[in-house]
């Protein structure tokens, strides 16, 4: 099946720092998501980005089909922004969201 | 908005227990899924369905079955509940028209088998 991997793992930054996060998949897909997942469980969804650039408030994503990879930009952190980000994609043919392991990003007052 | 409603943020079971899981989403979608969330296992899906009475396997149905008699809602059922399925178990929904236009998660069942 379809890889995804997302880094870092583990991210811990002050607030109002910008941070990058980084997803990368193995197998052409027709959807990509990124989600928040908020301290009681809740997977709120950011963007959904199979291509292309995306652009919300402080936070921004950038799709690279063509070399399997998205980011997320995270710009002038609140720590309200803490929580764990999960990229998903669905692989072309398929209708069931595969998803990465997560990055847990703290940010310090 | 869509909104994907779980009838129970926590719930408390004990060892043999029949439990059902309910899903409602009221937006019309074709898709439903169930995933469970674990620490250190990420989130893994467990059934899936297309339409109603149709139902897919997922990566890890073992101890667990679905049923959907109606679009709108979507039910996991653990036949006989064990401590190895305490987790969070997390509905989502999707509209698919050819091509899918994203994921709408639930806020999450917090089950503990006792």
């Known amino acids: 099946g379809i890889q995804v991997e997302q880094s870092p793992p583990d991210l811990i930054l002050q607030e109002g720092a910008n941070s990058t996060l980084r997803c990368n998949f193995s197998?052409?897909?027709?959807?990509l998501q990124w989600f928040h997942q908020n301290p009681w469980g809740q997977l709120i969804n950011l963007f959904y980005?199979?291509?292309g650039t995306k652009q919300n408030g402080r936070l921004s994503a950038t799709t690279v089909a063509t070399e399997r990879y998205s980011l997320l930009y995270i710009s002038s952190s609140q720590t309200t922004d803490s929580g764990v980000y999960f990229c998903?994609?669905?692989?072309?043919?398929?209708?069931?969201?595969?998803f990465g392991q997560g990055t847990r990003l703290t940010i310090n007052p | 908005d869509v909104k994907v409603t779980q009838s129970s943020r926590y719930l408390v079971k004990r060892t043999g227990e029949k439990v059902f899981l309910e899903c409602v989403q009221d937006?019309?979608?074709?898709?439903m899924f169930w995933y469970r969330q674990d620490p250190g296992l990420g989130l893994r899906l467990i059934y899936f369905?297309?339409?109603?009475?149709?139902?897919e396997k997922g990566d890890i149905p073992e101890g667990y079955s679905v049923s959907r008699e109606k679009k709108e809602r979507f039910s996991l059922i653990l036949e006989s509940a064990s401590t190895n399925q305490t987790s969070m178990y997390l509905c989502?929904?999707?509209?698919?028209?050819?091509?899918?236009?994203?994921?709408?998660f639930g806020s999450g069942t917090r089950l503990t088998v006792v």
């Open positions: 937006m019309d979608h074709e898709n």
């Open positions: 369905s297309y339409d109603v009475k149709m139902k």
């Open positions: 197998d052409s897909v027709n959807n």
């Open positions: 980005i199979p291509s």
């Open positions: 998903a994609v669905e692989r072309k043919g398929a209708q069931k969201l595969v």
């Open positions: 989502a929904s999707s509209l698919w028209r050819g091509i899918n236009y994203g994921y709408t």
